[in-house]
């Protein structure tokens, strides 16, 4: 089916955007969403919240089934094998972690999920404005917020700095008026794409439409007479110590691949109740975090988890 | 005679059916009918009285500071005497212009002035609705007037997201029609040739704004064809080489599923095409006395031509018998 972006009435004076990325825990696939996690979270005012949901798996299927990508996704993940080390555990965390990358070898792909990301972002405008005058309210007090989970923070990263730079999209945060209320990465792999793909940056092509390697990484921004006027003026990443994706290994911060833009709020959340305190221990994590089916015990890349376990946080930032 | 073609007119048949499973390319319009009657309601000359209204107000030129320079010019713009009739959704060229305007300006196209207008709008929206101004203005003009400024310009700017939602949907529609389940599969060398003339050569890149390119390098050894070697139409295996370009075709009207794709496809190829003089369904293209020609593609049905001792015309099917080989 030709995509569309889902539309609705918001019932109250908010609405949340969730990006889906990878792994069981986010596969994108309906039920995938942590719907039920986010409602609790939300308590009583979850009735009022309006909750939109974009999935862009069926792009990828589209290039799962026209080409084979699977000697770029070897150098890729040999790239990150190198900055993790020798070990073979190294090698296992390499190979999960790695399917995080792909994206950056194809345009096309990327540019199709931007797109829709743009159309659902550009829709959830429109009805900010629809729901609003029907009740002869300012639409612009009305609130918009992301919340974006492991691959779904680079898209979303990827399609607010083109929003925010580019006029016909009509997104952009000055000109336009497009602000959002909150920003929220969680096991964000955006530093983690922008080094490995800086290594392999050769084989990139259009290096120039992705943001993640062709700028300093920095909050999606426009600059408008001279002010600059950021997308959001929350912008957050929360990551778990414990989550290679987010930029850490068996609690310690891997540098190179842990997202820390200026003017970012970050969040670690401690991991140590999983239990996991070996390599080999998070690459059979991540192992169960990338398979489908069956709970995770302790996956510490669970979208539900960064939920449940960051309630109160959460509840502050979208709900005030 | 008639058996010979009712064979002829079989396989071609058979090799008209597109895959079932496609999707259909045509999008359901989103539901934009609450905007689209409001934008009807409202004209240019209404946003204009209200934007001077609020230019009017001498706190409002104060909040607005440096920028009250450019919302003056943008305002005067927005009062284009000759526009003033037209309907905001007049202004996008979705709707007939006024009797009256036509009359003067004689066209309702989409013209550079109605754009400039809009972009005026959206400028001016941005100058007096920005945080700290919104507001001044609201206590200068009353509430009641602001309500109005608030019903007409989020109008006029939901008329422009609207403009920019459906660009984004084109465009992932011509990725659908190029990459979906309607387009062509490609192997390994087409991948790799693929690749390299979207990195190198003009007009074979995707580019945010412009979407995919509708080229495609072609080059797969098709074991497929048929022809047909004596008169009483008995159908023999062909295997050729093909080289060349596929353009695949966007729009609303192309990339039809089922038969109705025989006549509406995603794409047309056309190359040159080379085979052996033997024939066979696995036979190297190259082997014995190859022979060259040229073939041409509607969608997934090839004909080719091919100057051979056995079989001059080849007919076959787009499809790829081991995925990602040929």
Redesign the interface.
Same mark, same amino acid.
């Given at each position: 089916?030709?995509? *569309?972006?889902q539309?609705m009435v918001w019932p109250g004076t908010r609405a949340i955007l969730l990006v889906h990325g990878i792994g069981d825990a986010s596969t994108g696939k309906d039920n995938a969403f942590p719907l039920d996690v986010l409602e609790e979270v939300l308590g009583d005012d979850a009735a009022s919240v309006a909750i939109y949901r974009v999935n862009y798996d069926f792009?990828n299927d589209? #290039?799962a089934?026209?080409? *084979?990508f699977q000697a770029g996704i070897t150098a890729l993940k040999t790239a990150l094998k190198l900055k993790l080390g020798t070990e073979d555990t190294d090698a296992t965390i390499a190979e999960y972690a790695g399917d995080v990358l792909w994206p950056v070898l194809s345009?096309?792909?990327r #540019?199709?999920v931007?797109?829709?990301l743009?159309?659902q972002l550009?829709?959830i *405008?429109?009805d900010r +404005?629809?729901s609003?005058?029907?009740r +002869?309210v300012?639409?612009?007090e009305y609130e918009i917020s992301i919340v974006a989970h492991s691959l779904g923070c680079f898209h979303t990263y990827e399609v607010l700095t083109?929003a925010a730079q580019?006029p016909?999209?009509? #997104?952009r945060p000055?000109?336009?008026?497009f602000t959002l209320h909150s920003v929220i990465l969680m096991a964000s792999p955006v530093q983690l794409i922008r080094t490995v793909g800086g290594a392999i940056a050769a084989f990139i092509?259009?290096k120039g439409?992705l943001a993640t390697l062709a700028q300093p990484l920095a909050i999606p921004s426009e600059t408008?007479?001279g002010k600059v006027v950021p997308c959001t003026t929350d912008f957050m990443s929360i990551t778990g110590s414990h989550d290679p994706v987010g930029g850490h290994l068996l609690g310690k911060r891997l540098d190179w691949a842990y997202m820390d833009i200026p003017g970012q709020h970050s969040v670690i959340v401690p991991q140590q109740a999983l239990n996991i305190d070996t390599k080999a221990g998070t690459a059979q994590a991540l192992a169960k975090a990338f398979a489908t089916g069956g709970p995770k015990v302790n996956d510490p890349h669970s979208w539900s988890a960064y939920i449940e376990g960051q309630a109160k946080l959460l509840r502050g930032v979208l709900l005030t | 005679m008639t058996r010979d073609w009712t064979k002829r007119l079989v396989v071609a048949a058979l090799l008209a059916v597109a895959p079932a499973s496609v999707s259909a390319q045509a999008t359901e319009p989103l539901p934009d009918a609450t905007l689209r009657n409001r934008a009807d309601s409202i004209t240019v000359g209404d946003y204009c009285g209200v934007a001077q209204d609020v230019l009017s107000a001498r706190t409002v030129i104060q909040a607005l500071a440096a920028d009250s320079s450019d919302a003056r010019a943008n305002a005067a713009i927005i009062c284009n005497p000759l526009l003033a009739k037209f309907s905001l959704l007049a202004l996008t060229g979705t709707a007939p212009a006024p009797f009256e305007a036509v009359a003067r300006v004689h066209t309702n196209a989409y013209a550079e002035v109605q754009l400039g207008v809009l972009d005026a709008m959206s400028q001016f929206r941005a100058d007096v609705r920005q945080p700290g101004v919104r507001d001044v203005v609201r206590d200068a003009i009353g509430t009641q007037r602001n309500a109005e400024l608030v019903r007409i310009s989020e109008t006029a700017h939901s008329l422009v997201v609207v403009m920019a939602r459906d660009r984004a949907l084109t465009r992932l529609a011509n990725y659908e029609r190029k990459l979906g389940p309607t387009s062509a599969r490609l192997n390994l060398p087409e991948v790799l040739l693929n690749y390299a003339a979207q990195r190198w050569i003009p007009g074979f890149k995707a580019t945010p704004l412009g979407g995919p390119s509708p080229w495609e390098v072609v080059a797969s050894y098709a074991p497929g064809y048929i022809t047909f070697v004596d008169r009483r139409g008995t159908p023999i295996p062909v295997s050729a080489a093909e080289f060349g370009l596929r353009f695949y075709l966007f729009g609303d009207h192309f990339g039809k599923p089922g038969p109705e794709g025989v006549v509406l496809p995603s794409y047309v190829a056309a190359g040159v095409l080379t085979a052996s003089d033997l024939n066979g369904a696995l036979v190297w293209p190259w082997k014995g006395r190859d022979r060259s020609g040229g073939y041409v593609s509607w969608g997934a049905i090839k004909v080719g031509y091919i100057k051979r001792d056995r079989g001059t015309w080849l007919v076959s099917k787009q499809f790829q018998a081991v995925p990602f080989v040929f």
């Open positions: 089916m030709p995509f *569309q972006p539309t792009i589209w #290039l089934t026209k080409v *084979q345009p096309d792909l #540019l199709a931007r797109d829709a743009l159309a550009e829709q *405008q429109l +404005g629809e609003a005058l029907s +002869g300012d639409p612009l083109a580019e016909s999209h009509a #997104l000055a000109s336009d008026l092509p259009d439409t408008r007479k | -």
